[in-house]
């Protein structure tokens, strides 16, 4: 997949594959273009060339909303989440693909309508549990006014109450303490355990050593390196551009 | 019923009803009835456009929905011999009609873009019934001597709509057939989406949500009631203007909306309540008047930006320690 | 058709095309700086037009001051609004749209009531008409004419050149990159405002002498701003100044085939078309 920006090319010819199952881990200095592979993977921006395809069928060019319900979801490095909602309600409309769509079914309340509130509502009161988000005690605070790393949580939950295989997560470590983090890392990986499938953009280099199958390295929108965690690590050009990117900051 | 949130619809709607439905009961009064009809018809309008500003679109041309309503009902009752109570329906339509082309084209461009489309779109339709099909839309003089609407033949009985109290009743019902429509969405997943999408329309579509189909249902389904309001504003007012659906009047309905709050289907009530009333007071002085909304409005989107809908919640959480209480879940009939 | 004829047409508009253009960059530096689109805007030109109107016909001051005056007591005007009421919106759009509509009620009732209904004319500031081959201008439209595009000039020149200018376009570009290197969002929000009501107030001060003034006389200049700055593209000054001249010639031309009904409708059109075809008009960010 190539992205311009005028005449800036963000991400340059990446090809990348995520293997099922596994835990794929997304690197680079700053300015790299990671996020730019999110927005161009989860749709929010078209490519300029190239193509994505997930599970054999093409989803590049789709809506977003249309990837997300083919099994593609992702969190947003600034946590965005709907600030006025409470918790539950943040889980709640997550939970959109396994509740009824559109006006009528609203307009009209069938037992099939009611069915799937009542299952989207379960879903959500399990995800609280499962992120450790206090539960019920939780569920009616305002999502603005939780601390930092339960809204991490939440945008999580949310990721996962869409129900998508390929999750993207988009520092999911950023801010949080290292007590946090390891639980993070933890939870990350049973949820790979159940069968989801994790790419991941991260700055924390242990963990994402430590965490990843696969990682594919990105300096200035190419693909410089791709490998398991060792063979990243002795790679002398992910060094270079690590020590470049120290270098010309020095 | 132990959804809070149903027993709060229930509760609001009921209100509504006794309040519309019981006025001529208490009085009758021309003057107040005339109030109260308008009152009523603002709330269909205000309701609606609220529906839209759900989904986070300001929708400068509901307004000409409702003239296309207007216009419509007019032409198929005048010109096309259609009973009123045809026409009234067909107009909902006709607005509706327009309002998906427009729409669809209008709801691809974002935020500041989309408010200045609707607002040429606005202008342009004004401007054809300012200046064009003089034969049909009546040019700058307008359309005059529209009938009120025929009789109505409801098993053995014969309802004749002359009268103000006949015409307000007939208000009534419309506004609680669409009050109950937008209630019932309000409380359900159609709304919980919408204040989502209003919120954040980037992540609701990250997670599944088909935005553009949302605010594009919000915005044919407002329309259609304007077009319904419009059609009602004809064969009561009996005199069509071009100048009924400008800047002014669509000004104002922004006004009664966002005053009163936007963040649910109540907060337009209590606007347009209140600042009908307060408008009857200052009729005489129209200039002041502007001006007061005028400043009322800058002053609320300054210091309340959720309107006064939002007081109650606001001094209340100042009153009392936070306490995490059973959320309510959108959706009526789910069971805890 | 007559080649003078149609040059002759193009003319006639021109002054008024430059003056709509002038609103239309206040507007569009306002929307690049501070993201707010401004209904209210028209309001502030009308406050030019009544400076204008006060300094000549009620103390008899000469021309040139007047219209200084009229730019700074309008520039004033904008500060005091930015300070009161845009700097709690920036970058809120809706909010600060809806705002603007109230601004607009304020301002216009205000002037309703405090100068009254009725039109009020300003004495002419020059008199006679300039020719040339088969062509006829009044002297008074050329006035106007230099004095926008000398107008436009100065500007051009004080972003372009000026730190506080540079200042004001690394901010329409970037704010939180500009904040970094160190500008102060809060004072340019401020000065950007002031200019660009500065700027309708200056239009309207260039074309009370022409037209008489009235407290709904911004109604229609700001429609017309706005139709030039969605075709020359939000946020973008060149694209203003493209936007007005294509409006102008568009209105001019289709004056002469269609009449001027039909010419209202047919800048709304071109804002829909462009809309809907390239969003961001001819250069927009």
Same mark, same amino acid.
């Given at each position: *997949?190539?992205?311009?920006?005028?005449?800036?090319?963000?991400?340059?010819?990446?090809?990348?594959?995520?293997?099922?199952?596994?835990?794929?881990?997304?690197?680079?200095?700053?300015?790299?273009?990671?996020?730019?592979?999110?927005?161009?993977?989860?749709?929010?921006?078209?490519?300029?060339?190239?193509?994505?395809?997930?599970?054999? =069928?093409?989803?590049?060019g789709?809506?977003?909303?249309?990837?997300?319900?083919? +099994?593609?979801?992702?969190?947003?490095?600034?946590?965005?989440?709907?600030?006025?909602?409470?918790?539950?309600?943040?889980?709640?409309?997550?939970?959109?693909?396994r509740a009824?769509?559109?006006?009528?079914?609203?307009?009209?309340?069938?037992?099939?309508?009611?069915? =799937?509130?009542?299952?989207?509502?379960?879903?959500?009161?399990?995800?609280?549990?499962?992120?450790?988000?206090? +539960?019920?005690a939780?569920?009616?605070?305002?999502?603005?006014?939780?601390?930092?790393?339960?809204? =991490?949580?939440?945008?999580?939950?949310?990721?996962?109450?869409? +129900?998508?295989?390929?999750?993207l997560?988009?520092?999911?470590?950023?801010?949080l303490?290292?007590?946090e983090?390891?639980? *993070?890392?933890?939870?990350?990986?049973?949820?790979c355990?159940?069968?989801?499938?994790?790419?991941?953009?991260?700055?924390?280099? =242990?963990?994402? *050593?430590?965490?990843?199958?696969?990682?594919?390295?990105?300096?200035?929108?190419?693909?410089?390196?791709?490998?398991?965690?060792?063979?990243?690590?002795?790679?002398?050009?992910?060094?270079?551009?690590?020590? +470049?990117?120290?270098?010309?900051?020095? | 019923m132990?959804?809070?949130?149903?027993?709060?619809?229930l509760?609001?709607?009921?209100?509504?009803?006794?309040?519309?439905?019981?006025?001529?009961?208490?009085?009758?009064?021309? /003057?107040?009835?005339?109030?109260?009809?308008?009152?009523?018809?603002?709330?269909?309008?205000?309701?609606?456009?609220?529906?839209?500003?759900?989904?986070?679109?300001?929708?400068?041309?509901?307004?000409?929905?409702?003239?296309?309503?207007? /216009?419509?009902?007019?032409?198929?009752?005048?010109?096309?011999?259609?009973?009123?109570?045809?026409?009234?329906?067909?107009?909902?339509?006709?607005?509706?009609?327009?309002?998906?082309?427009?729409?669809?084209?209008?709801?691809?461009?974002?935020?500041?873009?989309? #408010?200045?489309?609707?607002?040429?779109?606005?202008?342009?339709?004004?401007?054809?019934?300012n200046?064009?099909?003089?034969?049909?839309f009546?040019?700058?003089?307008?359309?005059?001597?529209?009938?009120?609407?025929?009789?109505?033949?409801?098993?053995?009985?014969? @309802?004749?709509?002359?009268?103000?109290?006949?015409?307000?009743?007939?208000?009534?019902?419309?506004?609680? @057939?669409?009050?109950?429509?937008?209630?019932?969405?309000?409380?359900?997943?159609?709304?919980?989406?919408?204040?989502?999408?209003?919120?954040?329309?980037?992540?609701?579509?990250?997670?599944?949500?088909?935005?553009?189909?949302?605010?594009?249902?919000? #915005?044919?389904?407002?329309?259609?009631?304007?077009?319904?309001?419009?059609?009602?504003?004809?064969?009561?007012?009996?005199?069509?203007?071009?100048?009924?659906?400008?800047?002014?009047?669509?000004?104002?309905?922004?006004?009664f909306?966002?005053?009163?709050?936007?963040?649910?289907?109540?907060?337009?009530?209590?606007?347009?309540?209140?600042?009908?009333?307060?408008?009857? #007071?200052?009729?005489? #002085?129209?200039?002041?008047?502007?001006?007061?909304?005028?400043?009322?409005?800058?002053?609320?989107?300054?210091?309340?930006?959720?309107?006064?809908?939002?007081?109650?919640?606001?001094?209340?959480?100042?009153?009392?320690?936070?306490?995490?209480?059973?959320?309510?879940?959108?959706?009526?009939?789910?069971?805890? | 058709?007559?080649?003078?004829?149609?040059?002759?047409?193009?003319?006639?508009?021109?002054?008024?095309?430059?003056?709509?253009?002038?609103?239309?960059?206040?507007?569009?530096?306002?929307?690049?700086?501070?993201?707010?689109i401004?209904?209210?805007?028209?309001?502030?030109?009308?406050?030019?037009?009544?400076?204008?109107?006060?300094?000549?016909?009620?103390?008899?001051?000469?021309?040139?001051?007047?219209?200084?005056?009229?730019?700074?007591?309008?520039?004033?005007?904008?500060?005091?609004?930015?300070?009161?009421?845009?700097?709690?919106?920036?970058?809120k759009?809706?909010?600060?749209?809806?705002?603007?509509?109230?601004?607009?009620?304020?301002?216009q009732?205000?002037?309703?009531?405090?100068?009254?209904?009725?039109?009020?004319?300003?004495?002419?500031?020059?008199?006679?008409?300039?020719r040339?081959?088969?062509?006829?201008?009044?002297?008074?439209?050329?006035?106007?004419?230099?004095?926008?595009?000398?107008?436009?000039a100065v500007?051009?020149?004080?972003l372009?050149?000026?730190?506080?200018?540079?200042?004001?376009?690394?901010?329409?570009?970037?704010?939180?990159?500009?904040?970094?290197?160190?500008?102060?969002?809060?004072?340019?929000?401020?000065?950007?405002?002031?200019?660009?009501?500065?700027l309708?107030?200056?239009?309207?001060?260039?074309?009370?002498?022409?037209?008489?003034?009235?407290?709904?006389?911004?109604?229609?200049?700001?429609?017309?701003?706005?139709?030039?700055?969605?075709?020359?593209?939000?946020?973008?000054?060149?694209?203003?100044?493209?936007?007005?001249?294509?409006?102008?010639?568009?209105?001019?031309?289709?004056?002469?085939?269609?009449?001027?009904?039909?010419?209202?409708?047919?800048?709304?059109?071109?804002?829909?078309?462009?809309?809907?075809?390239?969003?961001?008009?001819?250069?927009?960010?």
């Amino acid at each position: *997949m190539t992205r311009r920006f005028g005449g800036l090319v963000a991400v340059a010819d990446l090809s990348m594959a995520v293997t099922p199952g596994r835990i794929h881990g997304l690197i680079g200095p700053n300015g790299a273009g990671k996020s730019t592979v999110f927005n161009l993977i989860s749709g929010v921006l078209p490519c300029s060339a190239g193509e994505i395809f997930f599970r054999g =069928k093409r989803i590049s060019g789709l809506r977003p909303s249309e990837i997300c319900r083919r +099994g593609v979801a992702r969190t947003f490095q600034a946590t965005t989440l709907f600030r006025e909602y409470t918790v539950l309600q943040n889980l709640l409309v997550a939970a959109h693909l396994r509740a009824a769509d559109g006006l009528w079914p609203s307009l009209v309340a069938s037992p099939a309508y009611r069915r =799937k509130e009542r299952e989207a509502l379960a879903r959500a009161r399990e995800l609280l549990a499962f992120l450790g988000l206090g +539960g019920m005690a939780q569920a009616g605070r305002p999502a603005e006014k939780l601390p930092h790393r339960d809204q =991490k949580a939440l945008g999580i939950a949310m990721v996962l109450a869409t +129900g998508s295989e390929l999750v993207l997560l988009d520092e999911p470590l950023a801010g949080l303490t290292a007590q946090e983090r390891a639980e *993070m890392l933890r939870a990350l990986r049973r949820l790979c355990d159940r069968g989801l499938t994790i790419l991941l953009v991260e700055h924390d280099m =242990k963990a994402v *050593m430590g965490l990843c199958d696969v990682v594919t390295v990105l300096d200035h929108g190419v693909r410089i390196a791709e490998g398991t965690p060792r063979e990243i690590q002795e790679n002398p050009a992910v060094i270079e551009a690590y020590l +470049g990117a120290e270098g010309a900051r020095a | 019923m132990s959804n809070p949130g149903l027993r709060r619809a229930l509760a609001g709607y009921g209100l509504l009803a006794i309040a519309s439905l019981g006025l001529p009961l208490v009085t009758r009064d021309s /003057y107040y009835i005339d109030v109260a009809t308008t009152i009523l018809m603002n709330l269909v309008l205000t309701m609606s456009l609220r529906l839209e500003m759900s989904t986070g679109q300001l929708n400068m041309a509901h307004i000409s929905f409702m003239g296309i309503g207007a /216009y419509a009902s007019t032409l198929l009752v005048m010109r096309g011999g259609y009973s009123f109570w045809v026409s009234l329906w067909l107009a909902g339509l006709a607005a509706a009609a327009f309002a998906l082309p427009i729409g669809g084209l209008a709801l691809r461009v974002s935020g500041p873009y989309y #408010f200045l489309i609707s607002f040429a779109f606005s202008e342009v339709v004004r401007l054809v019934f300012n200046n064009f099909f003089v034969g049909w839309f009546g040019g700058p003089s307008g359309l005059v001597q529209i009938p009120k609407p025929d009789p109505l033949h409801l098993g053995g009985l014969r @309802l004749t709509f002359v009268g103000k109290v006949e015409l307000y009743y007939l208000m009534s019902v419309l506004l609680l @057939l669409a009050a109950a429509v937008l209630v019932r969405l309000d409380y359900s997943r159609f709304g919980l989406l919408a204040n989502a999408i209003r919120q954040s329309d980037l992540l609701a579509e990250t997670v599944g949500v088909w935005v553009f189909r949302y605010k594009l249902v919000a #915005f044919v389904l407002g329309s259609f009631m304007a077009g319904l309001a419009g059609a009602f504003f004809a064969h009561s007012h009996q005199v069509l203007h071009s100048s009924d659906f400008g800047l002014e009047p669509m000004v104002l309905l922004v006004i009664f909306t966002v005053i009163g709050g936007t963040g649910n289907v109540w907060g337009p009530v209590v606007g347009t309540v209140t600042l009908t009333i307060v408008s009857e #007071f200052m009729r005489e #002085f129209h200039y002041y008047e502007i001006l007061l909304y005028g400043a009322v409005l800058i002053l609320t989107m300054l210091l309340l930006p959720e309107g006064l809908i939002s007081l109650p919640g606001r001094l209340g959480r100042h009153r009392r320690r936070e306490r995490p209480e059973e959320p309510e879940a959108m959706g009526a009939g789910v069971a805890p | 058709m007559p080649i003078e004829l149609l040059v002759q047409a193009l003319l006639n508009g021109f002054a008024l095309a430059l003056v709509y253009v002038l609103v239309a960059l206040g507007l569009t530096l306002i929307f690049s700086i501070l993201e707010i689109i401004n209904f209210a805007h028209g309001e502030f030109y009308m406050l030019g037009g009544y400076a204008t109107y006060f300094a000549m016909a009620v103390f008899g001051l000469p021309y040139l001051p007047t219209l200084l005056l009229a730019i700074v007591a309008v520039g004033l005007a904008g500060m005091v609004a930015e300070r009161l009421i845009f700097r709690h919106l920036r970058g809120k759009t809706l909010n600060a749209f809806i705002v603007s509509l109230g601004l607009l009620w304020v301002l216009q009732s205000a002037a309703q009531l405090s100068f009254g209904v009725l039109d009020k004319s300003v004495p002419r500031a020059f008199s006679g008409i300039l020719r040339a081959g088969g062509i006829i201008i009044s002297v008074e439209r050329f006035v106007v004419i230099l004095a926008a595009i000398g107008l436009i000039a100065v500007l051009y020149a004080f972003l372009r050149w000026s730190r506080v200018g540079q200042a004001m376009r690394a901010v329409a570009q970037d704010a939180d990159g500009a904040a970094l290197q160190g500008v102060n969002i809060e004072v340019i929000s401020m000065l950007g405002f002031a200019i660009g009501c500065a700027l309708a107030g200056a239009a309207g001060g260039l074309l009370a002498p022409v037209f008489a003034v009235s407290p709904a006389m911004g109604a229609l200049p700001v429609v017309k701003a706005f139709i030039i700055i969605i075709v020359g593209g939000m946020g973008s000054l060149p694209g203003a100044v493209l936007g007005g001249l294509l409006l102008g010639t568009v209105e001019g031309i289709g004056a002469l085939f269609f009449g001027s009904a039909a010419v209202n409708v047919l800048g709304f059109l071109m804002v829909i078309a462009v809309l809907l075809v390239r969003p961001r008009g001819l250069f927009g960010v």
